[in-house]
């Protein structure tokens, strides 16, 4: 168990339809990170925060926004939903206030939520 | 920018034989490197990663890694594979000059048969 938590665990919704993901990262993780995996794009990084400022954007799609909150805990929210946005979309943490410094850089994945648009 | 190739989707090697999975990477500066593993219907753990010092780093379940910076190679080991290594694979870098981001190869599905 890494410690970063996802709900829901799977999620079936409609085409235009609007779902909110939710991510608790690892105890004292400053930095969340959002991933997709699909079987034609492979893992793909959308979007890192950290503490509670967004870092670095990757390939998301104006449709998707996400935010990290002060607690910490991040939400990715895609909206408008297509058949292509089916996939697997993995949280990750890191960077704890009190981690090693050679352990600041790894990022801890949780189980990932699988989104199926019908 | 960055990026990751694994070239082999599938490696299938018998119980007890030695495992390799192999990674390259392109990066423009210094780079992190990390292995994950996938089981199916599960998240990525975290296996090792290269961020400085020894070439050779070792990381859980008797897997290891060597770093090599003239071949931009990074290739994952283990001498003796067992039937429960079986999983997919992830190689990933990050370029340590300009991004937080970490870039997946596109994994390699490794078969341990009995």
């Known amino acids: 168990d890494s410690g970063v938590t996802q709900t829901p665990k799977h999620l079936i919704t409609a085409t235009g339809q609007r779902v909110t993901l939710r991510c608790s990262p690892r105890s004292g993780d400053l930095s969340v990170y959002w991933y997709q995996q699909s079987l034609d794009q492979g893992l793909q990084f959308l979007i890192q925060y950290y503490n509670g400022e967004e870092r670095a954007k990757g390939n998301i799609l104006e449709r998707f926004s996400a935010q990290q909150f002060p607690d910490l805990h991040s939400e990715l929210n895609l909206s408008s939903l297509e058949l292509g946005d089916s996939a697997l979309y993995f949280c990750?943490?890191?960077?704890?206030?009190?981690?090693?410094?050679?352990?600041?850089?790894?990022?801890?994945f949780g189980p990932g939520t699988r989104l199926l648009v019908l | 920018a960055q990026s990751v190739a694994q070239p082999e989707d599938q490696v299938n090697v018998a119980e007890g034989n030695p495992l390799t999975v192999k990674c390259t990477y392109s990066?423009?500066?210094?780079?992190?490197l990390f292995w994950y593993v996938q089981y199916p219907n599960r998240g990525l753990q975290f296996l090792l990663k290269?961020?400085?010092?020894?070439?050779l780093v070792k990381g859980s379940y008797g897997f290891e890694a060597e770093f090599n910076k003239s071949q931009t190679s990074f290739h994952l080991k283990k001498p003796s594979a067992l039937v429960s290594d079986s999983a997919l694979y992830f190689c990933a870098v990050r370029d340590t000059s300009n991004d937080y981001k970490l870039s997946f190869g596109a994994g390699t599905t490794v078969t341990v048969r009995a």
């Open positions: 290269y961020i400085t010092g020894d070439n």
């Open positions: 990750a943490s890191s960077g704890s206030s009190g981690s090693r410094p050679s352990d600041i850089e790894t990022q801890y």
């Open positions: 990066v423009s500066g210094n780079p992190y």
